[in-house]
Every structure is written in C-alpha cells, then in structure tokens.
C-alpha cells in the first residue's frame, strides 16, 4: 500500500501543470464551500445573538389574544397578569400610533417598556436621565426614514382604551444602533408607565419578555414562546440560505469532479504501455486500479493542503475584518450589516470528506477499465 | 366697585341668555345631517403635494352600524367597494377579485390617502347624544351669522374628546368645526360650504378636512347628489354585494 501511495505521489509530481490544474480547481472549490459554509453560520451565530440581546431575551410571555404576526390583534391583544406572577418578567405595552415628522403622516407601533430593564440592550436608562415629559427612544433605521436626533420633538397622536384622540409632543432621548429590524422600523419606545397613563390602560402588557431565571408556569390568558420557538425565523431563513448554497457546492464540485475524471480517463488511454509494465513486473490489476484511483484520490488531498496554504490567511481576514452587507438592513431577519464568518472544525472535516469521497469515486471509475486489460497489448500500447 | 360688578354679571347673564339652548341647535345639526337612510354621490378631491387626486364613489348608510361604498373612478379605483357592518369593514379590490376584512384600528386609517378616516366617513351618530354643548358666542362667515359651540364628550368612546362648531344661526349647518384632541391639541379643521336646500334640509355639498398635523390642503369632500331616507334593499349591506 505504502508502495502505491508513493508510486501514485510521484506520477501526480511528475505529471506536471496537469495534475496542479486539478488541484487548483479542487483548493478554489475547498475555499468557496468553506468560505460560504462560515459566512452562512456566521449570519445565523449574530442573529440568534441579536434577536436574543435586543429582543426576545429567555422567551415571551404573550397575551392570547395577541398575535405577532396579525396586527388586528393589537387592539385587544392586551391584558392584565396577577402581580406574583410577573417575577423575572419585563412588560410591554404595545399600541398604535401616528406621529408627523415633516409634515407627513406615519403609522407608527409604540411600544412601552420597563425604565429599569436589563434584559434587553435598548437603552432605556436613557429615560430615567431625560427631564422631557414623554422620552422616547427610536432605533437607528427610524431615525433615517424620520429624518430625527437625539434632542427632537415630534407629534404623536395616539387613541386611549375608548378609541378617543390624544395627542401630545414626545421628545428623542436616544438613537440606538440594532439590527434587529423588529424593534426600530416604525416603532417608538417609551416607559411603559407613560403608556399605559396616556391609553388608560393601567397595569395592561401586551407580552413579557422572560429574564434569565424565569420557570415557565402555564398561566390561564397568557401562552409563552421559549426562546427556540421565536428563534425559529432565523433557523428557517438559514435553512433557505443552506440549501441555495449546497445548489452552489454541488456545481462547483460537478466542476472538480469532471476534471478529475477527464484526466483520469485521458491518463488510462495514454498511460497503456505504463500500466502493461506494472503488470508485467508483478502488480495485480487490482493493485494497478487501486494506484489509479489513489492517485485521484490524491488531487483532493493536494487541494486540501494548498487550499489551507491559501485560505487560512484569507478566512483569518475576514474572521476578523468582517464582511459588509448593507442590501440586508430593513429585513425582518436581525442580519447585521457586518457579518463575521464562524469556521467551525465540523463544517471544515466535512468540507474535506465532501471533496475526498467525489473525488476518490471519480477516480476509481475510469480504473476500473484497467482490470479487463491484456497485459500484452497494454504493453505494446495497443488501444483496448 | 361693587355696583359695576354686579352691572357686568346682570350683562353678561343677559348677554348669555341671548344665546339659544345648545342642545336645541345641536339637535337641529342633527336633524339636518341624519338620516335613518342615506344615497349619495360623491367626490373626494385630494390635495397632494404635487397634485391633485379625484375620486368618486356612490355611498349606501343606514343608520351609524351599516354602509356601502363603490367607487366609481378614477378608473384604478373603479369598481372597489367597502361593506361597513358595525365595527367591521370590508374591501374588495376588482383588480385582485378579492375582499378583504379591516377592523379596529384599521377603521381609523386614511380613506385613500385623504384627510378622512373611515370613521370620519362612517360615524353618523347624532352630536347631541355623543356630546355635551355650550354656545360661546356669536360670529359671522362669509356674511352669515353662526353660534359658536364648545362640544365636550359626554361618552366615553368618542372619537374626539372636544370639538369647536361655528353653526349657521338660521340654517343650523356646522360652517367650520375644529377637532380637538383630549390634551387639547388641535387635531382636524373642517370648513363647510355650497349650502344647498335638498328635502326641507339645509345640506353642505362640499366640505374641507384638513388634518392640522399634516402639510397640504387637506380634502374636499363635495356631494353631488343626496337623497335621504330612501329605501335601501338589506342585500346591498350583505358581503354578497361586494362582488356584485
């Protein structure tokens, strides 16, 4: 074996541009399939981080007549949890409003939250230090579509319980910075207690949102989604991701795989006189298929270390330096405008194993020709 | 001293006896803006920034639980028609043939971009139940003489919490209104105009909302022909209607 491995080492140095055409297709391939596998569990690593830091924390607490995804329901999506049952858990009091920034009209969701809350990264101290009499906090993205800063005031107009207009100014305490879309377009937070003053909706949540400690007891007009149901989306989106890309691998290792085989069954045709002399100094045919497929084998390995030479630098580049997408700011999906690609040694050995196993199978194919071979005419380089 | 105060509270009470009961003007507002049925057509002229939008509709009310909207152009419009049944509102798009339900907050959404809600369209109830009024004082408007009333809500579920009226002392048509919010804030302005007598009623054919946080002109809302208490076949309020 150690014979063949050797034998098949030399021929493949010896072959020249041949053989590091194929390797180089093979490394090229080695560095797209890692490259895109980290930068796709890259994006899932900062959107379960971001969702959970900025907006779901350990889980939520959502009142049964409120459903996220129907915005019909905010109306009545609303209610009263006894106060023993509230440990570990930080209201919110959602509602709809309309503010005039510029004379334009927007609909707007606001929504009222704890001043002293830890859970989540919005800064809500912010409303503890500002004198105005309604702060409010707006995420990045809608302080750019409302044209507003820090310091500004801004019509709300909102209906209370009974459907009555009120309408009073609020003042910008803070701008945050999240990608999470779902708490910044179109929405204003400000202390929950105000909220509920300014609707008459005293001691009304729309949902809780869980800390850390929080047990999960099931309490009768409330249904809690723990943090792997609301994570859901993101899982669903990089299942998606996932499949378009193995689209993308399976093509590229198509390529490679052709490669391979072109010159695997060119090497059968034009190496016949070479193939009659192992056999004539004693090989099997057996012996010789199995030098030719390890020698298949062996682009892929090749690629392997030469794909690693070139692409470790690239991906500690990128690991670090990150990579922009700014086209995915506003989706639903908290996507950050920087993504750092994670590499993870799972995604790497089957990466390897992806391209060994094609590439050995590709290579026996065509060996298997050597085993109905006549000696006497592979030495004589007659065409069989 | 004493005898001049005393002189300015018998004026002022004289004064304000002048003024006629409230509730009596507003049921006159009432008796000439409600209807246990009404027929109308209609167009709404929106006032954009750059220009401005036409839209005319055929409208069916009975009573403050049920109407029936199609709109007649422009020609993208056509044929869309809104089914209002109590607190639930229904549109149904020919372009897409399909009808689709909005209710609560949805009613409170702008009418085709314009400076009314649906609820500004649909909400007939009679001021003098919602509200409860006082004449301020007396104005004139383009030559004719108005009463000015203050409206508070007297219940709770009232769209505007206050209300400002300037009422034709002769023909009993709100001329101006301004809409106020419960903080106070001045929300929508309304102006009145082409008073036109139509079955013993004094109707105002055009009026102008004008949402005040907003920039622009606002809507003309301008009817060109009513007719009330007409009979209205049930069918037309049912949602079978709506793909007829």
Known sequence: MKLLFHLAYKNLVGAGLRTWLNVGILSFVYIIIVFYNGFVDGLSRQGTRNSIEWEIGNGELLNNKYDPYNAFTLLDGHGILPADKEKNLVPVLIRQATIYPQGRMVSILIKGIETNQTILKIPTQLFTSSTAKIPALIGKQMAASTNLKAGDEIMLRWRDKNGTFDAANITIAGIFDTQVATIDIGQIWIPIKKLRQMTDLNQHTTLFIAVNDYVNENISGWNFKSQYDLLSNIRGLIRVEKVGDYIIYLLLLAIAMLAIFDTQVLSIFRRQREIGTYISLGMTRAQVAKLFTIEGCMYSLFATVIGAVFGTPLFIYFAHAGIGTPSMQGLAIPIANIVYPVYGVVAIVSTIVLVVVPATIVSFLPARKISQMNPVDALKGKVQ | ?244
């Open chain 2, 1 to 244: 001293m004493k005898f001049t105060f005393i002189l300015l509270l018998i004026l002022g009470f004289l004064l304000q006896a002048n003024y006629p009961d409230p509730i009596s003007v507003l049921t006159k507002v009432d008796a000439n803006m409600t209807s246990g049925t009404r027929i109308s057509e209609s167009t709404m002229v929106i006032h954009g920034k750059r220009n401005d939008r036409e839209v005319t509709s055929k409208g069916y009310t009975q009573g403050n639980e049920k109407a029936f909207t199609e709109y007649l152009s422009p020609e993208r419009e056509k044929g869309t028609k809104m089914l209002k049944l109590e607190n639930r509102l229904w549109i149904y798009s020919p372009s897409t043939d399909r009808t689709i339900q909005l209710s609560g907050h949805m009613l409170r959404q702008s009418v085709m971009g314009s400076d009314l809600s649906y609820e500004d369209v649909m909400d007939t109830r009679k001021l003098a139940e919602v509200y409860n009024a006082k004449v301020t004082g007396e104005e004139t408007i383009d030559g004719r003489k108005v009463w000015v009333l203050n409206l508070v809500a007297k219940v709770e579920d009232a769209t505007y919490d206050k209300r400002k009226q300037w009422i034709d002392q002769e023909r009993f048509v709100v001329l101006k209104e301004e809409l106020f919010a419960k903080s106070g804030q001045l929300l929508k302005k309304l102006v009145s105009s082409d008073v036109a007598r139509i079955e013993n009623r004094w109707y105002p054919k055009k009026t102008n909302y004008k949402d005040v946080l907003k920039d622009g002109k606002g809507t003309d809302f301008i009817v060109s022909s009513i007719q009330f208490d007409a009979v209205i076949p049930d069918y037309v309020f049912s949602k079978a209607s709506l793909k007829e």
